[in-house]
């Protein structure tokens, strides 16, 4: 029997998680902003000054910014692009595309990451269901981020909710992470594999749960631009990211936009990963957002 804690991953304070969740929480205005800004005719970059402008104006800083030289506070992915996609003046989007919207921000040094992916106007059906499948296959590895648990109990649940959802490919090469002071930490994340092995899960640890799939192959490539990936068959992809804290009364989503924290009727044990846990933070005393 082992007695030591599992090494490598960062076990946070109540306190410190309750930053967490002002970090994320930051995250989650951004975005629901971003996801209200896509429509046709909006470019990447358009949407780009957005978030910065939000994440600068909730007096923190876009954590992507600068990251490895990475360009820009958000990642955008337009249809067969899957993650890392760099905003661009002419990039342009029409009816009919899907986008994913990566954005992380930096408050009082600690750190929240979260993605959605969204159509823009009318989308294929096709399409739809490939969106709904992926942020399925989250809110699945979210539920198993409990004390106790296994990280690969996680990866497993991701990987069976993406199976049983439908013929999609699941990307293999990109993971979630730890995260915490930095975005990328201990352990990897991935979203495929056996359950009931890797490192036990315990309070105080925080994850970027973000599992990526596609209409066609699980094959992807980088583009020349160093960044941006690509399914290699040109299938369409989604990919959708929440930060999750792992605390006594189980998975805490701290970057859960208003609108999951009240998904009630559509979602109901959404519900219980997102508004009262909200809730007991700010009853515990910890720090709002503001
Ligand atoms: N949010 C991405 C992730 O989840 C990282 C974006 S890469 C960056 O891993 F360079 F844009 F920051
Ligand atoms: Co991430």
């Known amino acids: ?44 970059a358009e949407l780009d000054a957005i978030a910065e402008r939000e994440i600068r104006g909730a007096g923190a800083v876009p954590s992507f910014l600068d990251y490895f030289g990475y360009p820009a506070s958000i990642c955008t992915s337009v249809n067969e692009q899957v993650v890392h996609g760099i905003p661009h003046a002419d990039q342009v989007l029409r009816p009919g595309d899907v986008i994913s919207i990566d954005c992380g921000a930096i408050l009082d040094g600690w750190h929240g990451d979260s993605a959605l992916s969204v159509g823009v106007g009318e989308i294929d059906p096709a399409d739809q269901a490939m969106l709904e499948a992926c942020e399925a296959s989250m809110w699945a590895g979210i539920a198993q981020a409990v004390d106790g648990h296994r990280l690969g109990d996680i990866s497993h649940a991701v990987e069976k ?21 930095e975005m990328h930490m201990d352990p990897v994340v991935r979203n495929y594999g056996p359950p009931g092995q890797g490192p036990r899960l315990r309070t105080g ?19 020349d631009d160093g960044w941006t990936v690509i399914t290699t068959d040109g299938s369409r992809a989604a990919h959708f990211e929440h930060t999750v804290a792992i605390t006594p009364e189980g998975p805490w989503v701290l970057t859960a936009r208003e609108a999951e924290k009240t998904e009630q009727t559509a979602h109901p044990e959404r519900l219980r990963l997102t508004r009262q846990r909200s809730a007991l933070s700010v009853a515990d005393g910890g720090h709002d957002a503001g």
């Open 1 to 44: 029997m082992r007695l030591r804690k599992e090494p490598g991953i960062q076990v946070k304070s109540p306190e410190q998680i309750a930053r967490m969740y002002a970090a994320g929480q930051v995250v989650a205005r951004t975005l629901s902003v971003l996801e209200e800004a896509v429509r046709p005719g909006i470019s990447t």
């Open 161 to 181: 909710s993406v199976r049983a959802a439908g013929n999609y490919g699941l990307i293999r090469e990109y993971t979630g992470h730890g995260i915490g002071t």
């Open 205 to 223: 640890m925080a994850l970027a749960i973000e599992p990526m799939i596609t209409r066609g192959e699980r094959h992807v490539a980088e583009l």
